[in-house]
């Protein structure tokens, strides 16, 4: 028997992992150095884009807005997608039975700290919807995501 309740909270679990500190990116592939958390990054490219509602959808690994598609924040959607994969096996689920999965994210200034808010939203092949809690996280480090030229 499917045990469909750990579904959400595979979704929170989703959502813990790709905001975690664990997943800090540092670009050095250009003459721009630029470092940084998934939060920091979404709000570099979100101020950047004038983007502040941003869908992710996992499955597919793009985003909405293809400016958001950068190297930073597609690094950790094979860790999420392995996390799915474990989690249905867990759950005594198919590994076909996830239909969508989507990141609802917005970018929100809460007194004046560059705040994230994320939900998660998964579709199964029994057309039911199943939704993780509102998560919200800060931008820490922005001023590293600035372009900034590297000293040779």
């Known amino acids: 028997m499917p ?7 595979m979704l929170n679990n989703l959502i813990d992992s790709y ?9 050095t592939s250009s003459e721009e150095k630029r470092c940084g958390y998934m939060a920091d990054w979404l709000w570099k490219i979100g101020m950047e884009n004038n983007e502040w509602d941003i869908e992710m959808d996992i499955l597919n690994k793009t ?14 959607m094979d860790k999420l997608l392995t996390i799915v994969n474990k989690c249905l096996v867990d759950a005594g689920v198919e590994n076909d039975f996830v239909k969508e999965l989507k990141f ?9 700290i560059p705040t ?14 199943y939704n993780s ?10 001023k590293n995501l600035m372009s900034k030229k590297r000293k040779s």
């Open 133 to 142: 809690k509102e998560f919200t996280t800060i931008a820490y480090d922005l």
């Open 63 to 76: 985003f909405d807005q293809k400016s958001f598609e950068v190297k930073a924040l597609l690094f950790p």
């Open 104 to 112: 609802l994210i917005q970018l929100r200034r809460s007194r004046d």
């Open 3 to 9: 045990k469909l309740k750990k579904l959400t909270s």
């Open 116 to 129: 994230v808010i994320c939900t998660a939203e998964l579709v199964g092949a029994n057309e039911k919807i």
């Open 19 to 27: 905001f975690s500190t664990l997943n800090y990116f540092a670009d």
